[in-house]
């Protein structure tokens, strides 16, 4: 039985699969994004932006936010409090299109756009707590991206729109939902959870409640379904592979795979539509880098976003050596997750190591590591961590084989993404 085979008879066994969080949008939804636009908006500057002000480079034409006062009380704020939008003049400012584009696919960088948004949606967050201007007491810091999808390929000589707004929060916590349109379509949509934190007292800080109502918006989906979408993130936590063993189902597949391996049948089954099968440590990309002044954040640590994309070009390496085709046959699938574990500050030296982890058809999952490494002790202290799915337009990818315990689990966490909706 072939590799193939065996994925999708494990496909129909009973198993804790992961519960998809992410299969929330219709149709609809799809084409025309599901933030709702306020019924008043009104164009703004800059300097309701800070986080955006300070990554300034002119990348930023226009900013719109909501065009009437909507505070309800000090505890509970609208949805309209927090909406933004802003456009990025890719299509007549030359500038900003070089530091976006893509030169070996013609469409935009998307390492870049993960952190515009990282600096938006935290402007996004930023509003909801009122903080106006960062004065030193309270903050909102980037704990996790739960998924970045791409609907459609973005262009990198058209104007884009960058489109978020709060759509639930926690008693510290908030969840940003952000869009990218282009030519009146949503073509990306990504959830990014942020927390509040009081500077002064070293805790987290109590954020107001959101508010919604269907007469200030055609559609309201996107908050009413929060709560599902938050239970779902949890449970999905809950059966993390870091916390609980693999099922009884998973266990049976690592065993077959495993027994592939050692019979060396991989190589001889013409019914596997793959190019010769790859151990994980053939393809694993290891880049150092020195942080640096100019990639700080408001508070004096890199900025997340810069992580982001670096982590992200590092990823799309990967996934094109281990296909060994061209970068244009490449495309990002969707992002799964970006954790924020501990700050990086400047003058850390840093590892990213990329490493591809599961394999299916033109699918392909990669995990990327970022820690802080010790030049002297080489000691390894993880910082955040990637997983993103790519896909390969033209041919099938590579068997990914795993070798060690290690690497068995990670091609189990890959196949749990590779199969979540």
């Known amino acids: 039985m072939s590799l193939r085979q065996v994925c999708k008879r494990m496909m129909g066994f009973p198993s804790r699969a992961l519960i998809s969080t992410r299969n929330f949008s219709t149709a609809v939804h799809v084409r025309q994004g599901m933030i709702p636009i306020p019924k ?27 065009g009437v006062s909507t505070r309800e009380d000090n505890d509970v704020k609208p949805w309209q409090s927090s909406w933004m939008e802003v456009t990025i003049p890719l299509s007549h400012d030359m500038l900003v299109r070089d ?18 948004l990282d600096a938006f949606t935290g402007d996004i967050a930023a509003k909801h707590v009122d903080i106006s201007e960062y004065d030193g007491s309270r903050t909102v810091v980037t704990v996790s991206v739960d998924s970045f999808t791409s609907l459609g390929s973005i262009s990198s000589t058209k104007d884009l729109i960058a489109r978020g707004c709060v759509s639930w ?33 070293k805790e987290s800080a109590v954020v107001s409640k959101l508010s919604y109502k269907e007469t200030d918006a055609p559609d309201v989906s996107l908050f009413s379904t929060a709560d599902n979408r938050c239970a779902m993130r949890k449970q999905n936590a809950m059966i993390s592979l870091d916390l609980v063993p693999p099922t009884q189902d998973e266990s049976a597949l690592i065993y077959e795979l495993h ?14 539509n793959v190019v010769t099968p790859q151990t994980l440590e053939e ?7 020195i942080m640096q ?11 997340g976003g810069f992580l982001m994309r670096i982590s992200f070009e590092a990823a799309f390496a990967s996934a094109v050596l281990l296909m060994k ?15 924020f574990s501990k700050p990086v500050h400047v003058g850390d030296l840093i590892e990213v190591v990329s490493r591809p982890v599961f394999s299916e058809g033109k699918s392909l999952i990669v995990n990327v590591h970022v820690g802080v490494k010790d030049p002297q002790t080489k000691n390894f202290k993880h910082t955040n961590k990637l997983v993103i799915e790519f896909y390969n337009r033209n041919s099938d990818c590579p068997a990914v084989i795993p070798d060690s315990l290690e690497e068995y689990l990670s091609w189990l966490d890959g196949r749990r993404i590779y199969l979540s909706p």
């Not at 050692?262 to 596997?272: C, G, I, L, Y």
């Not at 085709?325 to 992002?335: E, G, N, Q, T, Y």
């Open 293 to 303: 002044m100019d990639n700080r954040n408001l508070h004096g640590n890199i900025f």
């Open 169 to 201: 929060v926690g008693r510290s916590s908030m969840e940003i939902t952000a869009e990218l349109h282009q030519d009146g379509q949503c073509l990306s949509t990504s959830r990014f959870y942020f927390v509040a934190r009081n500077l002064i007292k």
């Open 259 to 272: 027994k592939k391996k050692q019979n060396s049948k991989f190589a001889r089954d013409r019914t596997v």
């Open 283 to 289: 393809s694993i990309i290891r880049s150092v880098y």
């Open 40 to 66: 008043v908006v009104k164009e703004s500057d800059i300097d309701v932006a800070p986080v955006l002000r300070s990554l300034n480079r002119g990348e930023i034409e226009s900013i719109r936010v909501a």
């Open 325 to 339: 085709c061209s970068f244009a046959d490449v495309s990002l699938k969707r992002i799964s997750e970006f954790h």
């Open 99 to 116: 530091r976006y584009h893509a030169p070996h696919k013609g469409t935009v960088r998307y390492g870049r756009l993960l952190e515009l």
